[in-house]
């Protein structure tokens, strides 16, 4: 379908190949870039009690750039409504930060940025993924069970120096099992 059917089939409220059920649009997950920062910090502030500044989204840019992280950005209708980042050392890569804009949530839009995250990860050679997440926030925790990531260690009052954090592993993402469940994962199942 080309660009074109595909918009005035939107406009029509016909569901395209690039939508998803419900009538809702499937992500472009992309590589973030300066110019995605302010929607970025938007979200943050939405979603952190204490959101990452300007410049440490630049810091970490700069890192993406040399190669040490990478960051994208979920985009619907242009509009950045998620991000995701991972750190790589050596055998390891580290989900730093994921956010979907509340009014987003619940639409698949994290599981693309973690398969994406995830892929990259396994294409750097990384043979393990961790995380970090809030004690109290149980949808996230779901979801990184659903990518067979467990609980592994708690870090005490991680968050503003308040709430626990779960430390979260998922081993073995360079076997053929492991690219299966991100298959199932992209295909909603």
């Known amino acids: ?8 089939d939107r406009r029509n409220g016909a569901v395209g190949a690039d939508d998803v059920p419900g009538g809702l ?18 979200i943050e502030a939405k979603v952190y009690p204490k959101p990452w500044t300007l410049g440490v989204f630049h810091a970490e840019l700069e890192a993406a750039r040399v190669g040490d992280r990478y960051y994208v950005v979920a985009r619907t209708d242009g509009d950045v409504v998620g991000y995701g980042g991972a750190m790589f050392v050596g055998e390891e890569a580290h989900v730093t930060n994921i956010a979907v804009d509340p009014e987003r949530h619940r639409q698949g839009i994290g599981t693309r940025l973690l398969v994406t995250l995830a892929r990259v990860a396994i294409e750097r050679g990384c043979r393990h993924m961790s995380l970090e997440v809030r004690v109290s926030n149980t949808a996230a925790q779901e979801l990184y069970r659903r990518f067979g990531f467990a609980p592994a260690g708690v870090r005490q009052r991680y968050y503003e120096n308040v709430e626990d954090a779960i430390v979260m592993w998922c081993h073995d993402i360079d076997t053929p099992a492991y690219l299966d469940r991100l298959r199932g994962l992209e295909a909603g199942r």
């Open 1 to 8: 379908m080309s660009f074109v059917s595909r918009l005035i």
């Open 25 to 42: 649009i499937e992500p472009v997950i992309e590589p973030m870039r300066r110019r995605h920062l302010r929607n970025v910090l938007t």
